[in-house]
């Protein structure tokens, strides 16, 4: 029976790749290994499956009975619901450790870089495989979208070499351009429900015994999300009642301006002012907030403390 491989609940391109990355490692090392996913593919997924020749993995909910390996989270909130009743055997990653407990030793490769793919990278050198042309693409063009084209705080001189180093072997010279062309993808939204967009990229998090959900949208000029502003509030609002969270957050990120207006639908808004030292019934502008993994969860935890 084949390994799995697979990241958080509402994949991003990291998540998405990153398990076809690791699923090809552990192939060509002996140990059979199948990427799959919690969810389909977003937009700017699609395009970069798509721009490079890639198949999307299969969506899988239950993981009861599998060995597994998680890529691009740890958190038991970003897992299959049975998670419990899997073996997890591996663990890859550029977050911080969530609550994800084995019975067994397991290989763990967690890094303080800015996106899976930069480690998976590693992974490949570490082994002495070769990156097939199409990951490689693929895994640059996840960097590029978890770094916000470098300008994420999160973002390390590892990333950057990285992305230098997959360009050569995916045969593409202007990774700033694609860049750009995958944050286009990424900011079309006229036409997709509500709710589709706040799950674009959202993830549950555990407070300090309180439920809180953060999203983000990347665009590149908010006035793209200023008409929709109103219904997306209304939306965030709707998910809060639903899951019981006491709070959800949807960052609507300006990579261009390099800030955020956060949308707020929250049990106590006081938390927003103590994370940040700004209020705001509904929304906040976060100048310079471009990262819910370094500039927002830890501000959030330490407020909800």
């Known amino acids: 029976m084949a390994v799995l491989v697979f990241g958080h609940k509402n994949p991003d391109t990291d998540t998405i790749v990153s398990a076809i990355a690791v699923a090809d490692l552990k192939n ?61 055997v591996g ?24 996106c899976s793919c930069t480690v998976i990278k590693g992974m490949y050198d570490f082994y002495g495989i070769e990156i097939p042309k199409g990951i490689a693409g693929a895994m640059m063009c996840a960097i590029l979208s978890d770094t916000v084209m470098f300008k994420s705080v999160t973002c390390t001189d590892q990333d950057k070499a990285a992305v230098e180093a997959l360009a050569k072997i995916a045969g593409e010279s202007d990774t700033m351009g694609l860049g ?7 900011s079309a939204v006229e036409g997709t429900p509500m709710r589709d967009l706040v799950f674009r990229d959202y993830k549950d998090f555990d407070m300090s015994g309180n439920k809180v959900g953060i999203g ?5 000029d908010l006035a793209i999300l200023e008409p929709y502003k109103a219904d997306l509030l209304a939306e965030i609002k709707a998910v809060k009642a639903e899951k019981g969270n006491h709070s959800v957050f ?19 808004g006081s938390v927003v002012d103590k994370a940040f030292g700004q209020s705001g019934d509904t929304e906040v502008w976060l100048d310079g907030v471009m990262s819910r993994k370094k500039q927002v969860v830890p501000n959030f935890e330490k407020a909800f403390a």
């Open 180 to 186: 750009m062309e995958m944050f286009k993808v990424k």
């Open 28 to 88: 060509k090392l002996g140990v059979e290994a199948k990427a799959v996913a919690q969810g389909e593919v977003n937009p700017e997924s699609a395009f970069v499956l798509d721009k490079f020749g890639l198949t999307a993995p299969e969506v899988v909910t239950s993981v009861a009975g599998q060995q597994c390996i998680l890529v691009d989270h740890s958190d038991l909130a970003q897992s299959p619901d049975d998670l419990g009743d899997a073996e997890v």
């Open 91 to 114: 663990v890859v990653d550029h977050h911080k450790l969530g609550d994800v407990t084995t019975s067994n030793p397991l290989e763990m490769w967690v890094w303080p870089v800015g």
């Open 250 to 268: 949807l960052l609507l990120t300006d990579i261009m301006k390099e800030g955020s207006v956060m949308l707020i639908a929250s049990d106590d």
């Open 216 to 220: 983000q949208l990347e665009v590149v």
